[in-house]
């Protein structure tokens, strides 16, 4: 079942960014986690800015690709302890497999289609379809 709306998809992504920004001062990260997070939270931030639903800014990246890209974000935090040396901390893991199960988890229950064949343009503002 989808229960996200483009939208509301937009409010968590920016969620999950303010997140991935202070879990490192929040939780105590070491430099190799740290630098996974602000680098993770800056690509999501870039993606979410330049994707085509009504939160983005760009709207250059069609929304189902944006759906692709955090499936590949999302695999990527849950792999990323075990690829990149800090598996041995638990704090970091333990966020980080958490984190990716939760983007997951949203890109599972997104409407990534919602507009897409019926829509020719972009977004309005308050999610109607410009015309």
């Keep these: 079942m989808k229960l996200l709306s483009p939208r509301h998809h937009g409010y968590v992504d920016y969620a999950a960014i303010i ?8 939780l105590r990260f070491g430099p190799a986690p740290a630098a996974v997070c602000y680098a993770t939270a800056l690509a ?5 800015l330049l994707s085509d639903h009504p939160l983005g800014a760009a709207r250059k990246i ?3 690709v944006h759906g ?4 590949s974000l999302g695999v990527g935090l ?9 598996s041995a901390e638990d704090r970091p893991r333990t966020f980080f497999v958490a984190a990716g199960i ?15 064949i019926s829509r020719p343009e ?6 109607r379809y410009d015309r």
């Excluded at 997140?19 to 929040?26: E, M, Q, V």
């Excluded at 692709?68 to 499936?71: T, W």
């Excluded at 849950?78 to 800090?86: C, H, I, M, T």
């Design 19 to 26: 997140l991935l920004l202070i879990a490192p001062l929040a």
């Design 44 to 48: 999501h931030l870039v993606v979410t």
């Design 62 to 64: 069609p929304f189902a």
């Design 68 to 71: 692709a890209l955090e499936f």
């Design 78 to 86: 849950l792999a990323s302890p075990w690829l990149l040396g800090f």
């Design 102 to 116: 939760a983007l997951l988890l949203v890109v599972l229950v997104t409407r990534y289609t919602a507009g897409l």
């Design 122 to 127: 972009s977004y309005g503002r308050y999610d």
